[in-house]
């Protein structure tokens, strides 16, 4: 069983930026589709970004499109998340996900059956 541990997040100001990056143990990360989520305070749980395994495929939130980017190294067993231009409302405790099946639409938390700890997004004005 797959365990995820993410790492990178901290306190911004507005228009900064920062690379989350998430390495798992236990498996092959090879083996797993990957995506971020995240969550403010008061919010559900949404979708950010996701990476297919061999990384050919990406699918972003409109949200954050031409401002994230996610990637991978499965070398390293390690997925990444650059935030660019970030603003006060990708504030957040950021999720690393992962599963065995690649979803293209309709992405959401239960489609994913592996999570990380989290790590927290503080963006200021």
């Known amino acids: 069983q797959v365990q995820l541990v993410e790492s990178g997040g901290g306190l911004v100001q507005t228009g900064g930026s920062l690379r989350l990056s998430c390495t798992a143990s236990?498996?092959?990360?090879?083996?797993?589709?990957m995506g971020w989520f995240r969550q403010a305070p008061g919010k559900e749980r949404e979708h950010v970004a996701s990476i297919t395994w061999d990384g050919g495929l990406t699918v972003y939130a409109d949200s954050v499109k031409g401002r994230f980017t996610i990637s991978r190294d499965n070398a390293k067993n390690t997925e990444y998340l650059q935030l660019n231009s970030l603003k006060p409302e990708d504030t957040g405790v950021y999720y690393c996900?992962?599963?065995?099946?690649?979803?293209?639409?309709?992405?959401?938390?239960?489609?994913?059956?592996?999570w990380g700890q989290g790590t927290q997004v503080t963006v200021s004005s």
């Open positions: 996900a992962a599963d065995s099946r690649w979803y293209q639409e309709g992405i959401s938390p239960s489609r994913y059956g592996y």
């Open positions: 236990g498996g092959d990360i090879s083996r797993y589709a």
